[in-house]
């Protein structure tokens, strides 16, 4: 059985009439409630600039507004990779 129910989200206490049939025989219903809006998201105040490196980074943002571009610099060019295959060691 499916029952769809077309809603709006309003900021003030609302009617939705509704009607349930089964096998032909319908009912109605109503149902109201109240719907508080959510507050505004925060502006996210952190550092919109990230360098890789070795450690993971997180930048906070869940649930904030960020009002900029998130920019991820190059690799700075002092960087080394270096990585050891079991017997060679390679610095790249």
């Known amino acids: 059985m499916s029952i769809q129910a077309n809603m709006a989200v309003a900021e003030t206490t609302f009617l939705v009439p509704m009607v349930v049939a089964v096998n032909g025989i319908a009912t109605g219903m109503e149902s109201s409630t109240n719907v ?22 997180t930048l906070s943002t869940a649930g904030m507004k960020m009002t900029g571009n998130v920019t991820v610099n190059p690799i700075p060019n002092n960087y080394g990779l270096i990585t050891w295959n079991g017997s060679i060691i390679t610095v790249s």
Request: aromatic share 10%; glycine share 4%; hydrophobic share 25%.
């Open 36 to 57: 508080a809006p959510l507050p505004p998201p925060q502006p996210y105040e952190g550092a919109y600039t990230v360098t890789p490196s070795a450690e993971t980074q």
